[in-house]
C-alpha cells in the first residue's frame, strides 16, 4: 500500500494530464511506462477524468495512478471507486483534508504558503505538493522554506518545464514534479503517443 511520502519516490516527474477523451487514457499510460515513467496523475477537469482513471486501473495495472484536482470529498470518493491508488489537491481546506484522509487513499495535500504547509504537518504530513509553483515563488521559495521545515517534503506543480525540473529536483526539500510538458495537447490529438514514450524516457533520467 503506498503512502504519501512513498508518492515522492516513485518518478522524478509526475505527468500531469487533462484529458477530454477517456479513450487516450489507455494509450497514453502504457507511452509513460514504455518510457520508464510509472505514474500518472489524470486530474478531474474534464467530464472523461473518472472513466479514464477508471481504464488505466483496470488496463495498466503497472502504473500508478492519481486523482488530481481534488476539491471535494465527492470527488475524493468518486476517484476512489473509479480505482484510483492516489489522490492530489490543489489546496488543503479543513474540510477536505478530513474528506480525503477518510477515504482511505494515499495523498498529497496542496500547499503555497509557509502558514498551509505549517498547518498541514500538524494534521501528520509529511509530503506535500506545492503548487502553483512558479507563481507562488519557484525554486528560490522552496529554497528558503527548507531550513525552517526540515521535515516537509514537496512535489511542486505549476509551470514547471522540462528546463525548469532539473532545478527542483536538486533541492534536497523536492522528491519529485509534477509537469504538463510529458503529454502535450498535439501529441495527444494526433496520437503521438511515440512522442510521448521519448518525452517520459528524457523524464525518466532526471532522478
Known amino acids: 500500500m503506498l503512502t504519501g511520502p512513498d508518492l515522492l ?4 516527474v509526475i505527468p500531469v494530464v487533462v484529458l477530454d477523451d477517456a479513450d487516450q487514457a489507455v494509450p497514453l499510460a502504457q507511452a509513460l511506462l514504455r518510457g520508464g515513467i510509472r505514474v500518472i496523475e489524470l486530474t478531474l477537469r474534464t467530464p472523461s477524468a473518472l472513466a479514464a482513471i ?3 486501473a483496470a488496463e495498466v495495472p503497472d502504473i500508478a495512478v492519481g486523482a488530481g484536482t481534488v476539491v471535494s470529498g465527492e470527488q475524493a470518493e468518486q476517484a476512489a471507486k473509479a480505482g484510483a491508488s492516489f489522490l492530489v489537491t490543489p489546496g488543503t481546506t479543513d474540510a477536505l483534508l478530513d474528506a480525503v484522509t477518510g477515504v482511505g487513499l494515499p495523498f498529497l495535500a496542496g500547499a503555497a ?3 498551509e504547509a505549517m498547518r498541514l504537518a500538524e494534521r501528520g504530513l509529511t509530503a506535500l505538493k506545492f503548487f502553483p509553483a512558479e507563481a507562488a515563488g519557484g525554486v528560490d521559495y522552496l529554497k528558503s522554506i527548507g531550513g ?3 521535515g516537509l517534503r514537496f512535489c511542486p506543480t505549476g509551470g514547471i518545464t522540462a528546463d525548469s525540473a532539473a532545478r527542483y529536483l536538486a533541492l534536497p526539500n523536492v522528491g519529485c514534479v509534477g ?3 510529458l503529454t502535450p495537447k498535439d501529441a495527444l490529438a494526433s496520437g503521438d503517443y511515440a512522442r510521448i514514450e521519448k518525452l517520459a524516457h528524457a523524464a525518466a533520467q532526471l532522478g
Open 148 to 150: 525552517p521545515l526540515p
Open 179 to 181: 509537469g504538463s510538458w
Open 113 to 115: 504558503t509557509v502558514s
Open 9 to 12: 519516490t516513485l518518478s522524478p
Open 54 to 56: 477508471e481504464r488505466v
